[in-house]
């Protein structure tokens, strides 16, 4: 069942087709062979009936002129000496029965249509039955003058009638038939043995070249075809390693490219990280130096403008940092840490950030 539902190979199905075709031609041409060797051997056995017939019309001229019986029964002897002959019979002119031997001639017989010549008068299942008509002038020794200006017409005295049986032609039949089938039946082995073997030579480099497909479809490298095999085989192996030099130069420009712009990247995220804590650095000098002028008796209005310019150097210090995460993100060091936070702290920052310029422009602006 598993065979049946699983797609044949491409060796089995060249074997299926092969097998059910060379199995249809060999039992076609016995039956043709057959049928035509059963033609042949027929139509020898009928013509030696014929012959059989003349021969026994020919014997049997005194019999039938002399009306005896005796005479009749050397020549009915031997035309029962014939292969297969079976039955005899001598027939007047006014088809009264001269003499019968072996088995019954008389098998429906018509006897008013018999010929003047020899003829196949009835066939049957089992038999032929040959008629032939006898004439005065077969009388042996004697010819006809050469002075007769016309020669006198041969006079029917009779007939014969022979009865031929078909059982060796049966039996050369079924011999015929059989002999044909093992003969087929041979040749078509020898046959299917020597197409098995030159298909096998044809499937064998498809085989390897489909284990190489899979070996490269999983991944692996270096995959080659042998070439060997047919020219058009040949030219798929070509094919095939020529497909994968080029996938394999392509895989490694691609890891060229990659390797190029994980390094780049790298040095980017490395120079952010510099740059970044380099500006860390003075930012936070600045930042300091802001603290201690807020903390040396400023009017409300210069604490005011070093309040803002400590919150922008604190936002740009917090930018940094930012740079600095984009930089362990790249890298994989990333780690969340959660930060409480004030709202209206923050919008009253990003206010008083945003008041000078809304100040030149003439605009109001408001603390939350």
Request: glycine share 6%; hydrophobic share 45%; aromatic share 8%.
């Amino acid at each position: 069942m598993r065979f049946i539902l699983k797609r044949p190979s491409f060796l089995q199905q060249l074997a299926v087709t092969f097998t059910l075709g060379i199995i249809c031609l060999s039992l076609l041409s016995s039956f043709a062979i057959s049928k035509l060797s059963y033609q042949i051997v027929r139509d020898k056995l009928v013509k030696q009936g014929y012959q059989a017939t003349e021969t026994f019309a020919g014997q049997s001229t005194l019999a039938l002129l002399y009306a005896s019986k005796e005479n009749a029964q050397e020549p009915a002897r031997a035309a029962l000496a014939f292969p297969d002959v079976r039955g005899v019979a001598i027939y007047t002119q006014d088809y009264t029965p001269l003499m019968s031997q072996g088995e019954s001639v008389l098998e429906n017989a018509d006897r008013q249509t018999w010929p003047q010549q020899v003829q196949l008068d009835q066939e049957t299942e089992k038999a032929w039955y040959f008629v032939a008509p006898v004439f005065a002038r077969s009388v042996v020794g004697q010819n006809e003058s050469p002075f007769v200006a016309s020669p006198q017409k041969p006079e029917l005295i009779g007939f014969v009638r022979l009865m031929m049986s078909k059982e060796k032609l049966k039996a050369m039949k079924d011999n015929i038939l059989y002999s044909n089938l093992a003969v087929s039946a041979a040749f078509a082995v020898v046959f299917l043995l020597f197409l098995y073997g030159i298909t096998k030579r044809l499937t064998i480099p498809l085989k390897h070249l489909a284990n190489k497909m899979r070996r490269a479809q999983a991944g692996e490298q270096n995959v080659r075809a042998k070439v060997r095999g047919p020219r058009d085989i040949i030219d798929m192996e070509n094919a095939f390693n020529s497909m994968m030099s080029v996938l394999e130069t392509r895989e490694r420009q691609l890891e060229k490219a990659r390797d190029s712009a994980l390094e780049s990247a790298q040095l980017k995220g490395e120079f952010a990280a510099n740059v970044s804590h380099e500006l860390r650095t003075p930012l936070n000098a600045v930042l300091g130096m802001l603290e201690l002028l807020h903390d040396m008796g400023l009017s409300s209005k210069q604490t005011e403008y070093v309040t803002v310019a400590r919150n922008a150097g604190e936002a740009l210090l917090k930018l940094i940092e930012d740079i600095l995460d984009f930089s362990r993100i790249e890298a994989g060091m990333l780690k969340l840490q959660p930060v409480d936070f004030v709202l209206h702290e923050i919008l009253d920052e990003v206010v008083g950030l945003l008041s000078g310029q809304a100040q030149r422009k003439g605009l109001e602006s408001g603390r939350c």
